[in-house]
Nanobody
Framework: QVQLVESGGGLVQPGGSLRLSCAGSGRIFSADTLGWYRQAPGKSRDLIATITSRSSTNYADSVKGRFTISRDNAKNTVYLQMNSLKPEDTAVYYC???????????WGQGTQVTVSS
């Protein structure tokens, strides 16, 4: 059974940084496109960053230039470095494998990011 476990969230002041991790088990992800999503209270879950098996990346306009997605295939892990955080980045962050533009597996528990002074 494939599991995705997100970690690294927390409370941070505006302008601060966090690094999220998502560790996968039950499947080797090295050939997959991986993505980070986020869901703010009362809003839909949105895709914000993707990384292909060749480490080509893509970002939503809302995070472009501030967030960086990366992967470590040896650890079966994908990361999200978040800099210059804003209150509107407050959300629960999730990762998933993406095939044909859609998330594949059941969602993990996510990791809460709260940006507030």
């Amino acid at each position: 059974q494939v599991q995705l476990v997100e970690s690294g969230g927390g409370l941070v002041q505006p302008g601060g940084s966090l690094r999220l991790s998502c560790a996968g088990s039950g499947r080797i992800f090295s050939a997959d496109t991986l993505g980070w999503y986020r869901q703010a209270p009362g809003k839909s879950r949105d895709l914000i960053a993707t990384i292909t098996s060749r480490s080509s990346t893509n970002y939503a306009d809302s995070v472009k230039g501030r967030f960086t997605i990366s992967r470590d295939n040896a650890k079966n892990t994908v990361y999200l470095q978040m800099n210059s955080l804003k209150p509107e980045d407050t959300a629960v962050y999730y990762c998933n494998v993406i095939i044909l533009g859609a998330p594949v597996y059941s969602w993990g528990q996510g990791t809460q990011v709260t940006v507030s002074s």
